[in-house]
């Protein structure tokens, strides 16, 4: 209770702090890695058909560009588009290959990765920390939604791999029709600006993102003589294919960045000025 008295109360020290941000209209450009994960509890689960499966750290990258609209000393709100490279590493062990149906096989080590290209579109509100004359240091707290668009799955390794003769069934197995063509999810972040001049800024921030939606589409038939690995979760080796009844999967990321935005044309804001009544003079 009393860290929660101590948050929301410094919160409201820095709200009632917040003086003249820089007004106007920005075009951003940013970019940095970024932790990501595809969260499914019950994939390191015992029952999920791997008897022991761990995700790994996993780093990718994100680009993008914003446009920004401070268009109140502490507020305002930007929309742009993101390059969001997504994925998950795992390694676990597996009683036996459920590709092979060989029960009597030894527990099988493997290691695997999926990766994925999603476009997104953040949506985003913004209050603005001061930015007084001369001082050329401000912070920027951010939040809002974030579709997405799953562009392609690039990358579905695992080793072991599955034998060449499955493998040789399936040469152009279409992986991104395992995934939903559509995202979303939450985003907030803080960001750390710098003026350069009076047209440009540089930035440091952190942003965090997690998904609304199931990535996965649960529609999709498998072949029976389908590698395992090509089912959820996909990449990792199992007993047998997934049960698509299991839990939803969803991403998640923390993504450090860099940035540069430029001003464009000039706002210069004035502070609203109380009305002055006439002089009507002593009274008769």
Request: one cysteine or more; aromatic letters at 14%.
């Amino acid at each position: 209770m009393q860290f929660r008295l101590v948050i929301t109360f410094s919160f409201c020290i820095f709200l009632s702090n917040l003086a003249q941000a820089q007004l106007g209209k920005y075009l951003e450009v940013w970019g940095g890695p970024q932790y990501t994960q595809i969260l499914n509890f019950e994939d390191i689960s015992a029952d999920q058909r791997v008897n022991d499966l761990n995700r790994l750290n996993t780093y990718k990258f994100a680009i993008g560009a914003n446009y920004i609209h401070n268009y109140q000393p502490n507020f305002g709100y930007s929309f742009g588009i993101n390059y969001n490279k997504i994925g998950q590493k795992y390694d676990g062990i597996t009683a036996y290959d459920g590709n092979s149906f060989d029960t009597t096989s030894t527990s099988i080590f493997f290691k695997s990765e999926i990766e994925m290209t999603y476009l997104k579109i953040p949506l985003l509100f913004r209050f603005n920390s001061a930015i007084e004359t001369g001082d050329r240091v401000g912070m920027v707290i951010f939040a809002g939604l974030q579709p997405g668009f799953l562009m392609s799955v690039d990358k579905v390794i695992t080793s072991p791999a599955a034998p060449d003769s499955l493998l040789n069934r399936y040469p152009n197995y279409n992986f991104r029709g395992n995934f939903k063509k559509l995202d979303l999810s939450m985003m907030a972040g803080v960001q750390v600006n710098v003026v350069l001049n009076s047209k440009f800024n540089v930035g440091i921030g952190l942003k965090y993102e997690r998904g609304f939606i199931n990535i996965e589409n649960r529609k999709t038939a498998w072949e029976k003589d389908l590698p395992v690995e090509y089912t959820f979760p996909v990449s990792t080796k199992k007993i047998g294919k997934s049960d698509i009844t299991r839990q939803d999967s969803k991403i998640n990321s923390v993504n450090a960045f860099l940035s540069i935005a430029y001003k464009v044309g000039t706002v210069i804001y004035e502070e609203p000025q109380d009305e002055e009544l006439p002089d009507v003079g002593p009274p008769q």
